[in-house]
C-alpha cells in the first residue's frame, strides 16, 4: 500500500523537533526579510516636525508637529525660512518631498505593494518549474540587497525603484516560503505551524522600533537592517525542497531522502512503504481560477479576504506616525498586538478550526478600527481617548487581524488544488 505525505508525516512526527527547527528559521527568514525592509518605512519614510528660521514670515517659536494645525504653514512662506526639526531624518527631509511634492513619502511605501503584486503573480511559474527553493533564497536574497542599497540613491526616483524591487522579490518568495513552512507538518499542526511562522515577523518589528529609537539616522538605519539578511540565505544548504513538488515531478527518491531526515530528527522510524506519486497534471494558469461557479466563488470570496485584511493590517501598521502619541511606542504596541494575536491564532485552531475563527477575527478587526475612528476627534484635546484611540487601533484592531491575516494564509493554501496554489 502506497503511503501520502500526509500518512508519512503523522508516523515521523507531525509537528515535532525538525518541525520547530524548520518553523524558527522561517521565523528568523520572515524578520529579516519582510519585517525589516517593509516596517522599516514606518520611520524612513516618516516625516519630522519643522521649526521657523525667520520670525518675520513664520509666527511659531516651537516644534511644529505633523498634528498641529499650523503644519502647512510652512507652504505660504519661502522655503529658507523654515527647516526640519533634528529629531531624526528620512527621504522626506533628504529629498525635501513637502508641499507639492510631500505625497511621494507614501509613494515610496505604495510602491513596495505594487512591486508585491507583480511579484507574487510573475515568479509563480517558476516555482512550479523550479521548486519552492529557488524564488525563496533568491529572492529573499535580492530583497535584501536592494534594501541594503536604497540607502544609497542619488535620487527620489531611484529610491521609490528600488522599494519596489524589494516588494516584488517579497512577492515572489513570500508564499512559496509558506508552502515550504507549513507542507511539511502534518495535516493536524498544520494551522498551528502556519500561525507560529509570523511570530518572528512581529518580534523583529518590535526590534526595529528599538533599533530605529536609537539610530535616527535614515541611511544608518536603513544599513543596519538591511545587511543581516543578506547572509541569512546561507539557509540553502540545510533548508529541504518542497516534498510535494518533487513527487509532483516523480523524484521519489529526493522527496524520501527528505522525509528521512524528518525522521530521524523526531527520533522516529521511517516506515518502507512506498510513497504516492500524484498523476501529472497540467499547470494551472489564471482562467482556472473562474472554469466553474464553484471555484469562481473561491476565488472571489478569497480575494474579498485578502483585500479586507491587507487593507486593515497594512493601513493600522503605517498609521502609526498619524496616530499621535509616540511613534516608536504605537510601533512595539501593534506589534505586541499581533504577536499575541499570532500566538492565540496557534492555539485556537486546534480547538475551533479555521471556519468559526475566520469571520470572528474579521469583526472584531471591524470594531476596534471603528472604535478609534469614533474617538479621534475627542483625542485631539484628551489625552485619556487619545488612550482609548491607540489601543483601540494599536491593539483591538491588530490582535484581530493579526488571527485573521493568518487564517487567510491558511485557509487560501487549502482552498485550492496544489497546481493553483
Known amino acids: 500500500?502506497?503511503?501520502?505525505?500526509?500518512?508519512?508525516?503523522?508516523?515521523?512526527?507531525?509537528?515535532?523537533?525538525?518541525?520547530?527547527?524548520?518553523?524558527?528559521?522561517?521565523?528568523?527568514?520572515?524578520?529579516?526579510?519582510?519585517?525589516?525592509?517593509?516596517?522599516?518605512?514606518?520611520?524612513?519614510?516618516?516625516?519630522?516636525?519643522?521649526?521657523?528660521?525667520?520670525?518675520?514670515?513664520?509666527?511659531?517659536?516651537?516644534?511644529?508637529?505633523?498634528?498641529?494645525?499650523?503644519?502647512?504653514?510652512?507652504?505660504?512662506?519661502?522655503?529658507?525660512?523654515?527647516?526640519?526639526?533634528?529629531?531624526?531624518?528620512?527621504?522626506?527631509?533628504?529629498?525635501?518631498?513637502?508641499?507639492?511634492?510631500?505625497?511621494?513619502?507614501?509613494?515610496?511605501?505604495?510602491?513596495?505593494?505594487?512591486?508585491?503584486?507583480?511579484?507574487?503573480?510573475?515568479?509563480?511559474?517558476?516555482?512550479?518549474?523550479?521548486?519552492?527553493?529557488?524564488?525563496?533564497?533568491?529572492?529573499?536574497?535580492?530583497?535584501?540587497?536592494?534594501?541594503?542599497?536604497?540607502?544609497?540613491?542619488?535620487?527620489?526616483?531611484?529610491?521609490?525603484?528600488?522599494?519596489?524591487?524589494?516588494?516584488?522579490?517579497?512577492?515572489?518568495?513570500?508564499?512559496?516560503?509558506?508552502?515550504?513552512?507549513?507542507?511539511?507538518?502534518?495535516?493536524?499542526?498544520?494551522?498551528?505551524?502556519?500561525?507560529?511562522?509570523?511570530?518572528?515577523?512581529?518580534?523583529?518589528?518590535?526590534?526595529?522600533?528599538?533599533?530605529?529609537?536609537?539610530?535616527?539616522?535614515?541611511?544608518?538605519?536603513?544599513?543596519?537592517?538591511?545587511?543581516?539578511?543578506?547572509?541569512?540565505?546561507?539557509?540553502?544548504?540545510?533548508i529541504p525542497e518542497s516534498v510535494r513538488w518533487l513527487l509532483k515531478k516523480g523524484r521519489e527518491a529526493e522527496a524520501k531522502e527528505v522525509l528521512r531526515k524528518v525522521a530521524r530528527k523526531n527520533g522516529k522510524e521511517m516506515p518502507n512503504e512506498a510513497l504516492y506519486l500524484p498523476k501529472e497534471e497540467r499547470l494551472g494558469d489564471f482562467r482556472d481560477l473562474f472554469s466553474s461557479r464553484k471555484m469562481a466563488h473561491k476565488t472571489l470570496g478569497t480575494w474579498l479576504m485578502w483585500f479586507s485584511v491587507s487593507f486593515i493590517t497594512w493601513g493600522i501598521a503605517f498609521s502609526a506616525p498619524f496616530l499621535g502619541g509616540n511613534i516608536y511606542v504605537n510601533v512595539v504596541i501593534s506589534s505586541s498586538a499581533s504577536l499575541t494575536g499570532s500566538s492565540v491564532c496557534a492555539v485556537l485552531t486546534l480547538w475551533f478550526g479555521r471556519r468559526k475563527l475566520l469571520p470572528a477575527s474579521f469583526l472584531f478587526a471591524a470594531v476596534g478600527a471603528v472604535g478609534a475612528l469614533l474617538l479621534s476627534d475627542k483625542a485631539e484635546h484628551d489625552k485619556s481617548y487619545l488612550a482609548g484611540k491607540i489601543f483601540m487601533s494599536m491593539f483591538v484592531a491588530k490582535f484581530s487581524a493579526a488571527i485573521a491575516f493568518t487564517l487567510v494564509y491558511i485557509y487560501a493554501a487549502e482552498l485550492f488544488p496544489t497546481t493553483l496554489r
Open 1 to 238: 500500500m502506497k503511503l501520502t505525505t500526509d500518512d508519512v508525516l503523522e508516523k515521523i512526527g507531525s509537528f515535532g523537533r525538525y518541525q520547530i527547527m524548520l518553523n524558527i528559521f522561517f521565523n528568523l527568514a520572515y524578520g529579516f526579510w519582510w519585517a525589516f525592509p517593509v516596517m522599516v518605512m514606518v520611520f524612513i519614510a516618516s516625516e519630522p516636525g519643522w521649526k521657523c528660521k525667520n520670525n518675520s514670515t513664520c509666527p511659531f517659536t516651537e516644534t511644529i508637529s505633523l498634528r498641529h494645525v499650523g503644519y502647512k504653514h510652512r507652504c505660504d512662506i519661502p522655503r529658507e525660512d523654515w527647516e526640519f526639526a533634528d529629531d531624526f531624518t528620512s527621504v522626506v527631509t533628504e529629498f525635501d518631498l513637502v508641499c507639492d511634492r510631500g505625497s511621494l513619502g507614501f509613494v515610496s511605501t505604495s510602491v513596495i505593494f505594487a512591486g508585491f503584486i507583480v511579484g507574487s503573480l510573475s515568479v509563480s511559474t517558476i516555482s512550479d518549474k523550479f521548486g519552492r527553493k529557488l524564488p525563496v533564497f533568491v529572492c529573499g536574497f535580492f530583497c535584501c540587497l536592494f534594501n541594503f542599497v536604497s540607502a544609497f540613491v542619488p535620487a527620489f526616483w531611484v529610491f521609490a525603484l528600488f522599494r519596489a524591487i524589494v516588494g516584488f522579490m517579497i512577492g515572489a518568495y513570500s508564499i512559496p516560503m509558506f508552502v515550504l513552512t507549513t507542507e511539511l507538518s502534518g495535516i493536524r499542526h498544520r494551522g498551528t505551524a502556519g500561525s507560529l511562522v509570523w511570530i518572528g515577523n512581529h518580534v523583529f518589528v518590535m526590534i526595529l522600533a528599538g533599533i530605529a529609537y536609537y539610530i535616527r539616522d535614515w541611511k544608518h538605519l536603513t544599513i543596519v537592517t538591511g545587511v543581516p539578511g543578506i547572509f541569512f540565505v546561507a539557509g540553502w544548504l540545510f
